[in-house]
């Protein structure tokens, strides 16, 4: 169970939200052992996280791949009831693929659970000065995108909901549906629910055209 600390009011609160112990923990320490830096709650859930709010925190860590609902979800919320909350999205999925949806919901930054032990700190500090924290390939990336529009965004993929599109980038990488549900801590029947709706959104009849559109998109961005 978490409860909120007692902090200094000079320290800047952070609110962790990640369904993974280990993550929230570790996160917490790093964290922590930053002079100006305290976790006021660790939170496994949308549903905690919510209630967390009640911390005031000055920042909050969201992880995309939540237990309940997809992450992206709890960015968008958070975004519509706390308009001026930093946040900053953690994940274990490509950036490349993902953190141009996490802005997009809201998020003022991207970072790989990968690079998270070196980077989350200056991560931090870069989102709560009032900028965007992406890699340096990933801001040559959008910055192209800027500069020479593009159709993709409006075409079906973006019609897909934020866990859709997660199983999608996880089909791609060759996970099977009993994977993918231990991964996202879902049952295998939801995941399949899932791929239905993908094909369905998609216009995609079969498993093995649903793979090898997967991997093509993947490979193509």
Not at 82 to 102: K, Y
């Amino acid at each position: 169970m978490h409860a909120k600390s007692s902090s200094p009011g000079s320290e800047t609160r952070v609110l962790i939200v990640d369904d993974h112990p280990i993550i929230r923990e570790g996160m917490r320490h790093l964290l922590n052992l930053q002079g100006d830096l305290h976790v006021c709650f660790a939170a496994a859930s949308t549903e905690e996280a919510l209630a967390a709010m009640a911390c005031q925190p000055d920042i909050a860590i969201v992880d995309i791949s939540l237990q309940s609902d997809s992450g992206l979800d709890l960015v968008k919320t958070l975004r519509h009831r706390h308009p001026n909350l930093p946040i900053l999205v953690l994940s274990m999925h490509d950036e490349s693929l993902f953190a141009e949806r996490a802005l997009r919901s809201g998020a003022n930054g991207y970072l790989m659970k990968l690079e998270a032990t070196d980077h989350v700190v200056s991560a931090v500090r870069e989102v709560l000065a009032g900028n965007i924290y992406l890699s340096a390939a990933m801001h040559e990336k959008l910055a192209r995108a800027l500069m020479i529009p593009q159709e993709r965004s409006k075409g079906p993929i973006a019609s897909l909901s934020e866990r859709e599109f997660e199983v999608l980038h996880l089909i791609g990488l060759g996970f099977s549906a009993r994977q993918i549900a231990e991964k996202l801590n879902r049952s295998v029947k939801t995941i399949e629910a899932h791929q239905a709706n993908i094909k369905e959104k998609l216009d995609i009849h079969s498993g093995k055209e649903l793979m090898r559109f997967a991997i093509q998109w993947i490979e193509s961005q």
